[in-house]
Nanobody, 120 residues
C-alpha cells in the first residue's frame, strides 16, 4: 500500500523560505514520477513541479527559479524547497506519485496535503 505523508508547511512572510517533505512508503521515489501540486483558496488544483525517475525536473512557470524539487533515495523522501515566497504561493500543497517512470500528468496516489500560508 502506497502512502505519501507531507510535512513542512506553515506560515511565513513574503520573501521567506520553506521546505516541504513527502515521506513515501510502499513505493520507491527512485522508480516513479513524483510531483508537487497545490490548491490555492477558492481555486483549482495546479501542478507545481515534478521529477521523473531519471531526475528530469519540470516546473510551473510561476515557480521557476524559486522552487526546487528533489528526492532522497536513502530516506525515500520527496522535497520541495521554496524560496522567495509570494502571497500567491499560499495554498494547500500535495505530494503525488505516478505509477510510471516518466510523468504522464495523471497522478495515482496523493498525500493528505500540507498548508502553506505566505503573508505580504
Amino acid at each position: 500500500q502506497v502512502q505519501l505523508v507531507e510535512s513542512g508547511g506553515g506560515s511565513v512572510q513574503a520573501g521567506g523560505s520553506l521546505r516541504l517533505s513527502c515521506a513515501v512508503s510502499g513505493s520507491l521515489v527512485s522508480a516513479y514520477c513524483m510531483g508537487w501540486n497545490r490548491q490555492p483558496p477558492g481555486k483549482a488544483r495546479e501542478g507545481v513541479a515534478s521529477i521523473e525517475s531519471d531526475g528530469t525536473t519540470t516546473y510551473a512557470d510561476s515557480v521557476k527559479g524559486r522552487f526546487t524539487i528533489s528526492k532522497d533515495y536513502t530516506e525515500n523522501t520527496l522535497y520541495l524547497q521554496m524560496n522567495s515566497l509570494k502571497a500567491e504561493d499560499t495554498a494547500m500543497y500535495y505530494c503525488a506519485q505516478d505509477w510510471r517512470p516518466h510523468c504522464s500528468g495523471d497522478w495515482d496516489y496523493w498525500g493528505q496535503g500540507t498548508q502553506v500560508t505566505v503573508s505580504s
